[in-house]
């Protein structure tokens, strides 16, 4: 699974940090850090995350 | 159940609605009926960036997941009626529908002010076309702008206001504060210093009696009889739940749809609701039904309606959701967790400093059930810790809270 930040949109909510705390982390700025090919065990996780967004900035692509 | 399922409404409460029935193992037929004319789009940034010129229609629209991709849309128009007992819905243009499960997804239209006056030069921000409209007369040379309600959408709008370079704005409000009843006193007064510093002026303990102009509104009547001068006026008074079209069911639409613990309403296992129409009691707090108009409800409640809707409640623990919310106003942020307004008597610093960047708690019966942080990623990684502590906390109901 490949997963995309659209950095611009981001303005480090962090609701996907709390969603998929295994994906997505704040660094110690406060900017958001994802790792960008999580295992697909994770994908609930991952959709969780995008669903969550309220900047609708993450993309999951196959 | 084998058929369709319609769904009322074309919001983010809908399309998730749409994605969750398919994660829930439904394979037949969806419809969503909405009545604005574009697919469901991101609405928090109407009052804030699509104001202030800063992104564009395509950039708000959702992307639906791909198993929602053969999900039937009919926009533009609406439902007007449904037969509850023989599962039909009649749209706006005449079409009948039958259904298996009906989600009510129908959502809130903003408050009008019923003042004598002109219509012309009043807004409200609740749809795209609303906020492209309003961009083109805030961004007008020397417009006085007049806001009414201190609300969240009120503040946020008299914000963008300021930041586009509107000569004059002024908030109204019948409350001595801003935002003071989900914040309460001590952090609306911040805010209100905050806003003031930043430009924004303050009619606070008025309300508005009139409008006046002859085509086109130039002043808002206060009720002590003084007139504030206005080219634009925005009314942000709160909203009213879209519910006329389940009337004559017997249903409780006192306050938007009332529904059980599993998010059914009339006690049909059959018709779900989600998102701010619905009136739900939470698990987690004292279980009386409240709509709750926060971003993060229409998707936490589809989670739960479209299990119930196809599966069934068994299994399924009480829709129980910790409540969060976000408001961007100048060069700030508000980021909540939980339940504030449920402790609203016993407010502590919890973090920081009322002066800058500030964690402020709050309490119930001396327990803390919701945090509401102002400022930036210090106090927002703060709040991230209470967070969890309040997701780990047992329900208040169970506590006898209720006494």
């Not at chain 2, 128009?77 to 039958?98: F, P, Q, Y």
């Amino acid at each position: 699974m490949k997963v995309v930040v659209d950095m611009n949109k981001c303005q480090d909510h962090g609701q996907c940090v709390f969603a998929a705390p295994d994906v997505f982390r704040m660094d110690d700025d406060g900017r958001l850090a994802h790792v960008p090919d999580p295992d697909d065990a994770l994908r609930d996780e991952v959709e969780e995350a995008a669903d969550v967004c309220p900047l609708q900035a993450i993309r999951i692509e196959d | 159940m084998s058929g369709r399922i319609v769904v009322a409404g074309a919001s983010l409460g809908g399309l998730r609605a749409a994605e969750q029935l398919r994660a829930a193992g439904w394979t037949c037929g969806i419809t969503v009926i909405g009545d604005e004319p574009h697919r469901p789009y991101n609405r928090p940034p109407l009052s804030k960036e699509v104001l202030a010129g800063k992104a564009s229609f395509a950039s708000l629209a959702f992307t639906p997941k791909p198993s929602a991709a053969d999900v039937e849309w009919r926009l533009g128009t609406r439902v007007t009626t449904v037969r509850l007992a023989e599962r039909t819905v009649e749209l706006h243009d005449g079409a009948v529908l039958s259904y298996d499960g009906l989600v009510v997804a129908t959502g809130m239209r903003p408050r009008r002010l019923r003042c004598p006056g002109p219509v012309e030069g009043r807004h409200t921000v609740r749809t795209i076309d609303d906020a492209q409209v309003l961009r083109d007369e805030l961004t007008r040379p020397g417009v006085r702008v007049v806001v009414i309600g201190a609300g969240f959408i009120g503040c946020e709008v008299a914000a963008t206001a300021v930041g586009l370079g509107a000569a004059e704005v002024t908030v109204v409000d019948p409350l001595p504060l801003p935002m003071v009843g989900p914040l309460g006193e001590m952090l609306a007064r911040v805010l209100l210093t905050r806003h003031e510093e930043r430009g924004v002026a303050f009619v606070l303990g008025q309300g508005v009696t009139a409008f006046e102009g002859d085509d086109r509104v130039t002043g808002v009547v206060l009720s002590d009889g003084s007139v504030l001068p206005a080219d634009v006026v925005v009314e942000s008074v709160g909203s009213v739940a879209n519910t006329e079209w389940l009337d004559g069911n017997g249903l409780d639409l006192s306050d938007g749809v009332l529904t059980d613990q599993h998010l059914r309403v009339g006690g049909r296992p059959d018709v779900v609701a989600v998102g701010d129409v619905a009136r739900f009691p939470n698990a987690r707090y004292d279980g009386v039904p409240r709509r709750v108009e926060h971003w993060s409800v229409p998707t936490d409640s589809a989670k739960h309606a479209a299990k119930v809707l196809v599966g069934g409640e068994a299994g399924l623990a009480p829709f129980a959701p910790l409540p969060t919310f976000w408001s961007d106003q100048h060069d700030f942020r508000l980021q909540s967790f939980g339940a504030p307004a449920l402790g609203l008597g016993d407010v502590r610093v919890l973090d920081g400093d009322i002066a800058g960047d500030v964690l402020v708690g709050y309490h119930r019966d001396g327990r803390l059930v919701g945090v509401v942080a102002l400022g930036g990623p210090s106090v927002t990684r703060a709040a991230a810790r209470f967070r969890a502590e309040l997701l780990k906390q047992p329900a208040l109901i169970s506590q006898g809270a209720l006494s």
